[in-house]
């Protein structure tokens, strides 16, 4: 996938960024920066805005667990019990530090979505539901059930879209026999009682 010139902040962290992350990891990230800024033309979100969190929503993806828990330790911000036995889940706190710190984010709506992007949390913004749906929607995506609905849905009722990409993402950690982080089930309650009134 191509990328995209939003402005000269865009290109700066995006060629930091893929330095820091694999390849993989680093298209994967301007996947969900471009399905961000399509969900955020359709739903009047700001567009930049939406492509800068996609693009940096995974810059901790680079860290290993040692310094997942340093740095967010550093910053003073809390690991639960299923965060220190599932290191992996920091990857998103620690994307906000880094989104600010290292990549001069000033934005706190932007750092917030970077913050909340693996699971979710009840009452999200849009900016927040935009780049979590973006982060499981995105074209590089595959082998995930209901792919094609899910992808439907997220243009059509974003709500909605969490609650699908919650009881699937419930249901996989299930099949791995991974522990499920409490904010993933109240993500998935929130956002269903939503879609079904
Ligand atoms: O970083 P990505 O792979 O793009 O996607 P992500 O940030 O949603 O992270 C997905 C990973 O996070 C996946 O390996 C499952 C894990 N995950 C999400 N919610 C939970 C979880 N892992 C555990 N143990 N518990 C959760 O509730
Ligand atoms: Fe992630
Ligand atoms: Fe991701």
């Given at each position: 996938m191509g990328t995209i010139v939003i402005d000269e902040k865009y290109e700066a962290c995006r060629k930091i960024l893929k330095e820091e992350i694999s390849q993989k990891r680093y298209l994967h990230s301007i996947g969900v920066s471009n399905t961000a800024a399509c969900l955020a033309m359709r739903y009047d979100a700001d567009v930049s805005k939406a492509a800068l969190a996609g693009l940096l929503?995974?810059?901790?993806?680079?860290?290993?667990k040692e310094e997942l828990v340093v740095i967010t330790q550093e910053n003073d911000l809390e690991i639960s019990p299923i965060e220190r036995s599932n290191?992996?889940?920091?990857h998103s706190k620690a994307g906000a530090i880094l989104a600010k710190q290292?990549?001069?984010?000033?934005?706190d709506g932007i750092c917030s979505a970077i913050y909340w992007h693996t699971t979710g949390k009840p009452d999200m913004t849009l900016l927040e539901m935009i780049i979590f749906a973006a982060d499981y929607i995105e074209?590089?995506?595959?082998?995930?059930?209901?792919l094609d609905r899910i992808r439907k849905t997220a243009f059509v009722d974003l709500k909605k879209t969490t609650a699908m990409i919650c009881a699937n993402s419930i249901e996989y950690l299930k099949r791995s026999s991974k522990e499920i982080d409490r904010i993933t089930i109240d993500t998935y309650d929130y956002y269903n009682k939503l879609s079904v009134k």
């Open positions: 929503h995974d810059c901790a993806k680079g860290l290993n290191p992996e889940l920091l290292k990549y001069k984010i000033d934005d074209p590089n995506r595959c082998n995930i059930p209901n």
